[in-house]
T-cell receptor, first 110, second 114 residues
Framework: DAKTTQPNSMESNEEEPVHLPCNHS???????IHWYRQLPSQGPEYVIH???SNVNNRMASLAIAEDRKSSTLILHRATLRDAAVYYC???????????FGKGTKLTVNP | DAGVIQSPRHEVTEMGQEVTLRCKPI?????LFWYRQTMMRGLELLIY????????DSGMPEDRFSAKMPNASFSTLKIQPSEPRDSAVYFC????????????FGPGTRLTVT
């Protein structure tokens, strides 16, 4: 049971920021939030993860709500290559298993 | 560095035949995962190994499926006999272990059973 809720699809324009939401209202204190994405005809790839604080890396930023019941993946400037399915995953700290839901299919318009 | 390597990339077989999918994890990784992806069911974890030992095979659909990891650099997923409903993309992923749960996925094997 993935226990996260994401919109089925979103659209964005190239070079504009994208905010991908995720609800995880039943998250426990030790669950990390992981984001993966899957480009067409490829395997999933890791994007970012966090526990409580906001996180930044070269690919994206992760904003986690103070109550940890939701988070947002931020792509600062979408490119056509960012068109993919984005998965938000609750990951139990200390467990190796990731449970993938349906994700959000992001379409980037030129 | 080579990533996770899977072979074959595509496999077409007839119902009833044995199918063997292969995976080479990233060198130094000690956990390996097998996933199956279909349009209907999405991405499902079938089985995972830690230090070559199967830890959780609760996702293996039935006895027709078996997986082995004879050493740290090789794993197989076997389906015998294959059925049309086994048609899917099968992914292998590897990771350094519990405290660093970032999984690195291979390109997948697209299996078609006719």
């Amino acid at each position: 049971d993935a226990k996260t809720t994401q919109p089925n699809s979103m659209e964005s324009n190239e070079e504009e920021p994208v905010h991908l939401p995720c609800n995880h209202s039943t998250i426990s204190g030790t669950d990390y939030i992981h984001w993966y994405r899957q480009l067409p005809s490829q395997g999933p790839e890791y994007v970012i993860h966090g526990l409580t604080s906001n996180v930044n890396n070269r690919m994206a930023s992760l904003a986690i709500a103070e109550d940890r019941k939701s988070s947002t993946l931020i792509l600062h400037r979408a490119t056509l290559r960012d068109a993919a399915v984005y998965y938000c995953i609750r990951h139990q700290g200390g467990s190796e298993k990731l449970v993938f839901g349906k994700g959000t299919k992001l379409t980037v318009n030129p | 560095d080579a990533g996770v390597i899977q072979s074959p990339r595509h496999e077409v077989t007839e119902m009833g035949q044995e199918v063997t999918l292969r995976c080479k994890p990233i060198s130094g990784h000690n956990s390996l995962f097998w996933y199956r992806q279909t349009m209907m069911r999405g991405l499902e974890l079938l089985i995972y190994f830690n230090n070559n030992v199967p830890i959780d095979d609760s996702g293996m659909p039935e006895d027709r499926f078996s997986a082995k990891m004879p050493n740290a650099s090789f794993s197989t997923l076997k389906i015998q006999p294959s059925e049309p409903r086994d048609s899917a993309v099968y992914f292998c992923a590897s990771t350094l272990g519990r405290l660093r749960a970032v999984q690195y996925f291979g390109p997948g094997t697209r299996l078609t059973v006719t």
